[in-house]
Structures are given as structure tokens and as C-alpha cells.
């Protein structure tokens, strides 16, 4: 079940905390590796390869 607007601003706030906490040079490989364990609480592998292109998207039109 997909979390409600909230939970995702929790999230966001518990990440952004996160990130600050985190050496700048390790940045990118702490969010690669939160990347990787949330893709393995997925049972489909095509919505993660959507969400890879949304992300792309949404790099473009910012």
C-alpha cells in the first residue's frame, strides 16, 4: 500500500536529516544503497524500472 502524503513528508524529513549526517563524499553510495534495500521490498520489478525513468524525468523539468 502506497503511503499517504504525511508518511512521505516524514520520510522525507527522516532522509534529509540523514543526508546530513552523512559525509558528503558518501552521499551518493548512502542513497544508492537505501535505493537497493527498498527495491527488495518490491514484487515487481517493472514498477522499479518506472520509477527509474520518473526520477530521470523529474531531473530534467527541474
Known amino acids: ?10 520520510f ?3 532522509l534529509a536529516q ?3 549526517t552523512v559525509a558528503e563524499s558518501k552521499r551518493e ?3 544508492c544503497k537505501l535505493c537497493l ?6 514484487d515487481k ?4 524500472k518506472s520509477m527509474i ?5 523529474h531531473l530534467t523539468k527541474a
Request: proline letters at 3%; zero cysteines.
Open 18 to 20: 540523514s543526508l546530513d
Open 53 to 57: 525513468q520518473a526520477a530521470q524525468n
Open 1 to 10: 500500500m502506497a503511503l499517504n502524503f504525511h508518511q512521505l513528508e516524514v
Open 12 to 14: 522525507y524529513e527522516d
Open 37 to 42: 534495500m527498498l527495491a527488495r521490498e518490491t
Open 45 to 48: 520489478p517493472a514498477n522499479l
Open 29 to 31: 553510495l548512502f542513497l
